[in-house]
């Protein structure tokens, strides 16, 4: 393995703790999001979270940005933070129109769906392990997310609407990152769709009064969404997605609703049934499922190469299947 393989390959195990911080960020975001939706309307809140959170890394990476500052970087990062708002946009609307519950776990189908966007738009096929993975982690997140039945309305379609544009802008953001500072991008996304979300604020919803958001609880939880679930989790999903792919990516991020539950306990006393756990143990057993058996199968591979040259060498691997 050359010492470059071996970089990347250290890199890409920091980004996934960089990933997990990212889902606990969010997780926690729930709860942050609670009192401040009941106040602040949607495009509202997304304005100032997005233009403020912009303001604050541009500042961070001005210089990085005069250097990068090209048609790229610009087309890129318009066309993401355009995606970035309109999931964001539309997940919010889609809430108004069906329950929490059901809102959770149809965004959580980007899981299923990134593999295949991916496959798609990079031409990647996804594995038998991404897909395993997906279908668990998607099962976990019913037992989560979904306590009643599942019936399709407006709110629903919208809801799957919101998690095609979250899929989407994980695989853009994968795949632009190679020709472009992931950073820069970021910024950008994030200015662009704090833009987006002042039109929509001003045509179709009446802007918050000064005195609410001088309220005590909605500058710390606002505080709390620009500085971390915006300025560092958003960037860490970017970075982190340069090396981490996005199938697996995905199952990582997915996350946050467990630690949004597990807050949810904490926070406001729910109860942690049964049902809860075994939905965390699946969730869990997805990451496990894509982390483990594709380098299992990896280094199988990699001795039935190394043996091609030895006849003896060469049945025994063949007769070893990939333990699947």
Known sequence: ????????????????????????????????????????????????????????????????????????????????????????????????????????FLTASYVVMVPFIYWAVARKRPTVFNITAAMLCIIGMALVSLLESLTFGLGEILTIVSAMLFALHMVYVAKWSNRCDVLVLTVYQFIVAGICSIIFGIFLETPPTLAVLLEPSILLNMGYLIVFASCLALVFQNFSLKYVPPAQASLFLSLEAVFGVIFSVLVYGEILNLRLVLGFCLIFLAIVVSETFPLKEVAWRKKARESFGNPEAKAKAKAKPPDR
């Open 1 to 104: 393995m050359s010492l470059l393989n071996i970089h990347i390959k250290n890199v890409a195990g920091w980004c996934k703790l960089l990933l997990l911080m990212a889902a606990i960020i969010w997780g926690f975001g729930f709860v942050a999001m609670k009192d401040v939706v009941t106040l602040v309307p949607p495009a509202w809140l997304l304005a100032i979270r997005f233009m403020l959170t912009g303001a604050i890394l541009t500042l961070v990476f001005l210089k990085k940005m005069r250097l990068h500052f090209n048609r790229d970087h610009i087309v890129f990062g318009l066309i993401l933070g355009v995606m970035l708002f309109l999931a964001f946009w539309v997940q919010t609307v889609g809430l108004v129109y069906t329950t929490p519950g059901k809102n959770a």
